[in-house]
């Protein structure tokens, strides 16, 4: 079994940054596509950005050129990182690896 964990979760003004991580521990060996969903208010989550074991990776339309999805293999970690942020990135935000596996969630707020 692999356990999810993220952090770095917050309120952050238009246009700005944030950096989520996500520590994997378990069944490491496992873990084949790490990834990021989000889920808003009143919408089904969706997973926004994946990056498998061999480093490829892909994006949902609405964050590409703004998000990066990162990996540190050495410490079982992947990373979201959210640039130009706007309103309607508001959600909470799940760390997500293969096998159907979800974190607890973290909220993301993006208000002026």
């Known amino acids: 079994q692999v356990q999810l964990v993220e952090s770095g979760g917050g309120l952050v003004q238009p246009g700005g940054s944030l950096r989520l991580s996500c520590a994997a521990s378990g069944s490491i060996f496992r873990i084949l596509i790490m990834g990021w969903g989000r889920q808003a208010p009143g919408k089904p989550r969706e997973l926004v950005a994946t990056?498998?074991?061999?480093?490829?990776?892909n994006y949902v339309d609405s964050v590409k050129g703004r998000f990066t999805i990162s990996r540190d293999s050495a410490k079982n970690t992947w990373y979201l990182q959210m640039n130009s942020l706007k309103p309607e990135d508001t959600a909470i935000y799940y760390c997500y690896s293969n096998n159907d596996n979800w974190g607890q969630g973290t909220q993301v707020t993006v208000s002026s």
């Open positions: 990056i498998t074991s061999g480093g490829n990776t």
